[in-house]
């Protein structure tokens, strides 16, 4: 079987296991609206600006809430087990992952989106295209570093999983919100966005290439819970 078809059935595992439990998406959506009630009732004020910042953190947050999540359901239903003992090779479990936490993100994305414009009253975007392409963008980048956080949240190594991933988190939390303020402009967003793809392409890369190269051998210092 190719990679492409093991990264095929793998997403699609994932997202039929979701779809009977919701345990990942629920979570995420209830600390999404959450963070985005704190900012909204804490006097950030209407317009595009405070909503913006408002989102993106609550995306932040609710994905990397629902990474934890997802790996207790991994291994509670068995599709981390059977993944394993497969054979099912680790550049292709990971991009079935990513496939699958990308299509949850997403709809929990538009979700808070519509939560976050009712809350802030925000005014319709001046370039809807820029800003469906930084959703797409963002939400691409938060599912990559999920998902491959996964092996660590396994073994019990959350610490661990946060030094790696805070330092790439940060960036494209920075960069998808200034792509996604310049959407609800007339500036030329094209470079906002153009950061903002590029950060993303940065954290796959980078995160592809650590998997193949460099997971094994840290996975093989961390000592399972």
């Given at each position: 079987m190719t990679p492409l078809r093991h990264a095929w059935l793998i997403a699609a595992t994932e997202l039929r296991v979701e779809w009977r439990s919701r345990r990942v998406s629920l979570t995420m959506l209830l600390l999404g609206v959450l963070t985005v009630l704190v900012f909204a009732f804490a006097g950030g004020g209407e317009g595009a600006g405070p909503a913006v910042t408002a989102f993106w953190v609550a995306l932040a947050l609710a994905a990397a809430a629902g990474t934890v999540q997802w790996a207790a359901r991994s291994e509670g239903s068995g599709v981390a087990e059977a993944t394993r003992h497969a054979g099912v090779g680790r550049l292709a479990a990971y991009a079935g992952q990513v496939a699958a936490a990308l299509v949850i993100l997403g709809g929990v994305a538009g979700l808070l989106a519509l939560v976050t414009a009712g809350l802030f009253d925000?005014?319709?975007?001046?370039?809807?295209?820029w800003l469906a392409l930084d959703?797409?963008?963002?939400?691409?980048?938060?599912?990559?570093?999920g998902t491959s956080l996964l092996p660590l949240l396994a073994r019990g190594s959350a610490r661990l999983g946060s030094l790696?991933?805070?330092?790439?988190?940060?960036?494209?939390?920075?960069?998808?919100t200034l792509a996604t303020r310049a959407a609800y402009t007339t500036a030329?967003?094209?470079?906002?966005?153009?950061?903002?793809?590029a950060v993303t392409a940065l954290v796959?890369?980078?995160?592809?290439?650590?998997l193949v190269l460099f997971a094994g051998l840290l996975l093989g210092l961390v000592p399972s819970a």
């Amino acid at each position: 079987m190719t990679p492409l078809r093991h990264a095929w059935l793998i997403a699609a595992t994932e997202l039929r296991v979701e779809w009977r439990s919701r345990r990942v998406s629920l979570t995420m959506l209830l600390l999404g609206v959450l963070t985005v009630l704190v900012f909204a009732f804490a006097g950030g004020g209407e317009g595009a600006g405070p909503a913006v910042t408002a989102f993106w953190v609550a995306l932040a947050l609710a994905a990397a809430a629902g990474t934890v999540q997802w790996a207790a359901r991994s291994e509670g239903s068995g599709v981390a087990e059977a993944t394993r003992h497969a054979g099912v090779g680790r550049l292709a479990a990971y991009a079935g992952q990513v496939a699958a936490a990308l299509v949850i993100l997403g709809g929990v994305a538009g979700l808070l989106a519509l939560v976050t414009a009712g809350l802030f009253d925000s005014l319709a975007p001046r370039r809807p295209g820029w800003l469906a392409l930084d959703l797409g963008l963002g939400s691409l980048a938060f599912a990559a570093l999920g998902t491959s956080l996964l092996p660590l949240l396994a073994r019990g190594s959350a610490r661990l999983g946060s030094l790696v991933s805070l330092p790439l988190a940060a960036p494209v939390l920075l960069c998808a919100t200034l792509a996604t303020r310049a959407a609800y402009t007339t500036a030329d967003a094209t470079g906002a966005t153009g950061h903002l793809a590029a950060v993303t392409a940065l954290v796959l890369g980078g995160l592809t290439l650590f998997l193949v190269l460099f997971a094994g051998l840290l996975l093989g210092l961390v000592p399972s819970a």
